[in-house]
Nanobody, 119 residues
Framework: VQLVESGGGLVQPGGSLRLSCVAS????????MRWYRQGPGKEREFVAF????????NYADSVKGRFTISRDNAKNTVSLQLNSLKPEDTAVYYC?????????????WGQGTQVTVSS
C-alpha cells in the first residue's frame, strides 16, 4: 500500500487549496478513504471520510461547509478541497486507509502535505 499526498502550500486566510492523495497497492474502489490533519502541538484529528463509491461523506464539525472530499476511482485518487481557510486550519494533512480483517484493523498513512494559512 502506498498513499502519496500533494497540493499543500502557503495560502492567505480566506483562500483555497486542493489536496490530492494518489493510492496504489490495493483495490482502491473497494475502500472508504479518510483525511486527517495534525496541527502544531496538537494531536492528529479526523477531517473527512468518503465511502468506496463516493456516495456518502462526513466531516468534522470544524470543517463542515468549507471542505469537500471527493474521489476518482478511475485515477485511484481521493481529493480534499479546502475553501475559506482559516489560520487554525494550518496543519499537516494526511490521507488514511483502514483495512479490516479477521485479525483486526490495519491503518495506512501517507507522508502528509503541509498546509499553512497565514497573512
Amino acid at each position: 500500500v502506498q498513499l502519496v499526498e500533494s497540493g499543500g502550500g502557503l495560502v492567505q486566510p480566506g483562500g483555497s487549496l486542493r489536496l490530492s492523495c494518489v493510492a496504489s497497492g490495493f483495490t482502491f474502489s473497494n475502500y472508504g478513504m479518510r483525511w486527517y490533519r495534525q496541527g502544531p502541538g496538537k494531536e492528529r484529528e479526523f477531517v473527512a471520510f468518503i465511502t468506496s463509491a463516493g456516495g456518502t461523506t462526513n466531516y468534522a464539525d470544524s470543517v463542515k461547509g468549507r471542505f469537500t472530499i471527493s474521489r476518482d476511482n478511475a485515477k485511484n485518487t481521493v481529493s480534499l478541497q479546502l475553501n475559506s481557510l482559516k489560520p487554525e486550519d494550518t496543519a499537516v494533512y494526511y490521507c488514511k486507509l483502514e483495512i479490516y480483517s479477521f485479525t483486526g484493523r490495519r491503518d495506512y498513512w501517507g507522508q502528509g502535505t503541509q498546509v499553512t494559512v497565514s497573512s
